[in-house]
């Protein structure tokens, strides 16, 4: 490890155990171990994980953003801090959702909704990731930064880099939201909207990193996502006592697993979690690569090199563009964490995500963008194919809310009547639309 002002971290490649300094050094080696090439590291940090406790069980203290969290978080000075308060969010019990299972298949389970859809910064899972992003760029003065996106890392990447000061590039498929590229673009950040797939963005913006010297996100394994998301965990522990068994999020990356784990392995010594929950991970039923990757590897008994078995999906169509990962180059990580947590991958039909939506705004008034009710679709398939038991304590990633999704909202549509006079109008009772809405899942 080389010279460095910064004692409070360092990197360990996972491959190769190398250690490296700081954002600085890992920057410079173009986010790569220098000695194996490997792009996963983990963060280590000097301080005593008891001071985990303190900051979890400490009910005292008043709690405004993931930076409650800093003695654990990669940053060296408070100063360089971009937050909009994001990484803490109500997390709601469902009580409807543990109705259903019990009364259509006899299963008691727990049901939280973490509800990232109201994240104070631009309403997504992502504004956790964008506001240590942000303040790590900041803090090792970089003015350019470059990332490929299906659309809400590019939301939350563009305003948190805007309050900054950092110019961010953002190379978005042909598919993507036309809301996605309006709110990008809003902040003053360019946009590239690429002629092709989610794939061919990815390669146009590392083509482009190397061509300008601008600094590229680095991905799904990228520390600052990693470590930013990782205190999910630990605010589950702080609000509800406990940490779920099971965790149920949509799938693109999977970025949220492998920072569930990080977690749990930074304070298993303490013993404050017994394990890690089961992942049950959701694709849209027009890009489900992983799922089908999965299934076939389920089906022949996980052979040997089995992870590795993935297809690839050229300009993939799903009606839910941020989750449009054609080629799931992360399958091989993912795949054997979602195994050892004796976990699933599964798809959901697109064709319901309305259906899922108009229900839970009804039953909550909690309105969901599409990749979040993947999610929730998630949760219904798993009950019907038995990956829901009894006893299950069940956190489901709420991931986004409709704000960018106005075609979306537009289908949630159902309860209007067209009129000409008030002789057309009568009393009503909103109970009426109950039977209507649960039908689609009964």
């Given at each position: 490890?080389?010279?460095?002002?910064?004692?409070?971290?360092?990197?360990?490649?996972?491959?190769?155990?190398?250690?490296?300094?700081?954002?600085?050094?890992?920057?410079?080696?173009?986010?790569?171990?220098?000695?194996?090439?490997?792009?996963?590291?983990?963060?280590?940090?000097?301080?005593?994980?008891?001071?985990?406790?303190?900051?979890?069980?400490?009910?005292?203290?008043?709690?405004?953003?993931?930076?409650?969290?800093?003695?654990?978080?990669?940053?060296?000075?408070?100063?360089?801090?971009?937050?909009?308060?994001?990484?803490?969010?109500?997390?709601?019990?469902?009580?409807?959702?543990?109705?259903?299972?019990?009364?259509?298949?006899?299963?008691?389970?727990?049901?939280?909704?973490?509800?990232?859809?109201?994240?104070?910064?631009?309403?997504?899972?992502?504004?956790?990731?964008?506001?240590?992003?942000?303040?790590?760029?900041?803090?090792?003065?970089?003015?350019?930064?470059?990332?490929?996106?299906?659309?809400?890392?590019?939301?939350?990447?563009?305003?948190?880099?805007?309050?900054?000061?950092?110019?961010?590039?953002?190379?978005?498929?042909?598919?993507?939201?036309?809301?996605?590229?309006?709110?990008?673009s809003s902040y003053g950040q360019r946009v590239y909207r690429v002629d092709g797939d989610y794939a061919k963005a990815k390669k146009i913006a590392a083509e482009f990193s190397k061509k300008h010297n601008v600094l590229l996100s680095s991905g799904n394994t990228d520390p600052m996502r990693v470590e930013s998301k990782k205190v999910m965990l630990f605010e589950w522990l702080r609000i509800l006592g406990e940490v779920p068994n099971v965790y149920i999020q949509?799938?693109?990356?999977?970025?949220?697993?492998?920072?569930?784990?990080?977690?749990?392995?930074?304070?298993?010594?303490?013993?404050?979690?017994?394990?890690?929950?089961?992942?049950?991970?959701?694709?849209?039923?027009?890009?489900?690569?992983?799922?089908?990757?999965?299934?076939?590897?389920?089906?022949?008994?996980?052979?040997?090199?089995?992870?590795?078995?993935?297809?690839?999906?050229?300009?993939?169509?799903?009606?839910?563009?941020?989750?449009?990962?054609?080629?799931?180059?992360?399958?091989?990580?993912?795949?054997?964490?979602?195994?050892?947590?004796?976990?699933?991958?599964?798809?959901?039909?697109?064709?319901?995500?309305?259906?899922?939506?108009?229900?839970?705004?009804?039953?909550?008034?909690?309105?969901?963008?599409?990749?979040?009710?993947?999610?929730?679709?998630?949760?219904?398939?798993?009950?019907k194919n038995g990956y829901i038991n009894n006893g299950d304590r069940v956190m489901i990633n709420i991931g986004e809310g409709v704000r960018r999704a106005p075609d979306f909202m537009k289908e949630m549509i159902y309860t209007t009547k067209k009129i000409k006079s008030v002789d057309d109008c009568e009393n009503y009772d909103r109970e009426s639309y109950r039977d209507q809405l649960w039908k689609p899942f009964k």
């Amino acid at each position: 490890m080389s010279n460095s002002s910064n004692n409070k971290f360092h990197f360990v490649c996972r491959n190769c155990k190398h250690e490296i300094s700081d954002f600085k050094e890992w920057f410079s080696y173009g986010q790569k171990c220098p000695k194996c090439g490997k792009n996963w590291v983990d963060t280590v940090y000097s301080q005593d994980i008891n001071k985990y406790k303190e900051l979890i069980f400490d009910n005292g203290a008043e709690v405004k953003s993931l930076w409650h969290y800093f003695d654990f978080l990669p940053l060296n000075d408070k100063k360089n801090i971009i937050t909009n308060g994001e990484g803490v969010i109500d997390i709601d019990n469902w009580k409807f959702l543990e109705k259903f299972a019990k009364e259509q298949y006899n299963v008691d389970c727990t049901v939280y909704a973490y509800r990232n859809d109201d994240n104070y910064g631009t309403g997504t899972f992502k504004d956790a990731a964008a506001t240590l992003v942000a303040s790590v760029l900041k803090e090792n003065n970089i003015k350019e930064y470059a990332v490929a996106s299906t659309g809400n890392v590019a939301n939350a990447f563009a305003r948190y880099l805007a309050e900054a000061g950092i110019s961010l590039s953002v190379f978005i498929p042909n598919d993507a939201l036309k809301a996605n590229e309006a709110e990008v673009s809003s902040y003053g950040q360019r946009v590239y909207r690429v002629d092709g797939d989610y794939a061919k963005a990815k390669k146009i913006a590392a083509e482009f990193s190397k061509k300008h010297n601008v600094l590229l996100s680095s991905g799904n394994t990228d520390p600052m996502r990693v470590e930013s998301k990782k205190v999910m965990l630990f605010e589950w522990l702080r609000i509800l006592g406990e940490v779920p068994n099971v965790y149920i999020q949509a799938l693109s990356g999977g970025t949220g697993p492998i920072a569930i784990n990080k977690a749990f392995d930074d304070v298993k010594e303490l013993g404050i979690i017994k394990q890690s929950p089961r992942y049950i991970l959701v694709q849209p039923s027009r890009c489900a690569p992983m799922t089908e990757a999965w299934q076939k590897a389920k089906a022949n008994n996980f052979p040997e090199g089995w992870e590795q078995d993935y297809p690839i999906y050229d300009n993939p169509k799903s009606k839910v563009p941020t989750l449009a990962t054609g080629n799931p180059a992360t399958y091989p990580i993912i795949s054997k964490i979602v195994k050892d947590s004796g976990g699933e991958i599964i798809e959901y039909d697109e064709d319901k995500l309305v259906d899922i939506s108009r229900l839970v705004a009804f039953e909550t008034t909690v309105r969901m963008g599409p990749a979040a009710a993947v999610a929730v679709g998630g949760f219904f398939d798993s009950l019907k194919n038995g990956y829901i038991n009894n006893g299950d304590r069940v956190m489901i990633n709420i991931g986004e809310g409709v704000r960018r999704a106005p075609d979306f909202m537009k289908e949630m549509i159902y309860t209007t009547k067209k009129i000409k006079s008030v002789d057309d109008c009568e009393n009503y009772d909103r109970e009426s639309y109950r039977d209507q809405l649960w039908k689609p899942f009964k």
